[in-house]
């Protein structure tokens, strides 16, 4: 089994910023692709960003130029850091990771923006 575990959430003012990690433990021998994906309330999840283990990222329209995603593979943890938040990136943010053919995912963390 495999279980992830994200930490960094919070309450941010706009403008704000805040790093998202998430470590990835248990039966693991690499792991393939990263992301994370938000869900806000009465709302649909959505993806926000990838990266492959060869570190090739991908951004979701609505962050890229504000989000960075970022993964540190000897720790097995990949990480978001987000600029310039607004109210609309409130959310739960979830991050999964391929392992051995199959998703897995984390409960996720809260990030709240307001003022």
């Known amino acids: 089994q495999v279980q992830l575990v994200e930490s960094g959430g919070g309450l941010v003012q706009p403008g704000g910023s805040l790093r998202l990690s998430c470590v990835a433990s248990?039966?693991?021998?690499?792991?393939?692709?990263m992301g994370w994906y938000r869900q806000a309330p009465g709302k649909q999840r959505e993806w926000v960003a990838s990266i492959t283990s060869g570190g090739t990222t991908n951004y979701a329209d609505s962050v890229k130029g504000r989000f960075t995603i970022s993964r540190d593979n000897a720790k097995n943890t990949v990480y978001l850091q987000m600029s310039s938040l607004a109210p609309e990136d409130t959310a739960v943010y979830s991050c999964?990771?391929?392992?051995?053919?199959?998703?897995?995912w984390g409960k996720g963390t809260l990030v709240t923006v307001s003022s």
């Open positions: 248990g039966r693991i021998f690499s792991i393939g692709t």
């Open positions: 999964n990771a391929g392992v051995a053919g199959r998703f897995y």
